[in-house]
């Protein structure tokens, strides 16, 4: 691009200088600036491309580690929950045996 614009800036001063100069020369030179911007623009968007898909990707990654994560947090807390109910219904049973054996002590 930046030969193009010293190319430019050659001719427009050989179009000041020369009353014979070619517009037409100019008028090339501008149709290989349009020419330019249109791959910079393609180069552009391909990029752009390129950076969403692995953006998607990424996003697609985090989001299943974070399935895996929360799926073994629940089983984790599953663990638990049944540990705790474990627990709970043995505390329970000696509670209630216990209870039970001191109404048959203090009943005799």
């Known amino acids: 691009m930046e030969a193009l614009f ?3 800036t050659f001719l427009s001063d050989q179009a000041l200088r020369d009353k014979t100069f070619d517009p037409s020369t100019i008028e090339d ?4 600036f349009e020419v ?3 791959r910079a ?11 969403a898909r692995k953006a ?3 996003v697609r990654e985090s ?8 799926d073994s947090a629940m089983a984790e ?7 705790m109910d474990r627990a ?14 001191l109404t048959a002590k203090v009943s005799q």
């Open 29 to 32: 030179l501008m149709k290989l």
């Open 77 to 83: 807390f599953r663990r638990f929950e049944e540990e």
């Open 88 to 101: 709970a219904a043995a505390e329970h049973d000696s509670l209630a045996l216990g209870h039970g054996g």
């Open 6 to 8: 010293s190319e430019f």
């Open 63 to 70: 989001e299943e580690y974070l399935d895996s994560v929360m």
């Open 41 to 51: 623009w393609a180069n552009l968007e391909l990029q752009a491309e390129n950076e």
């Open 36 to 38: 330019e911007a249109y």
């Open 56 to 58: 998607d990707d990424e």
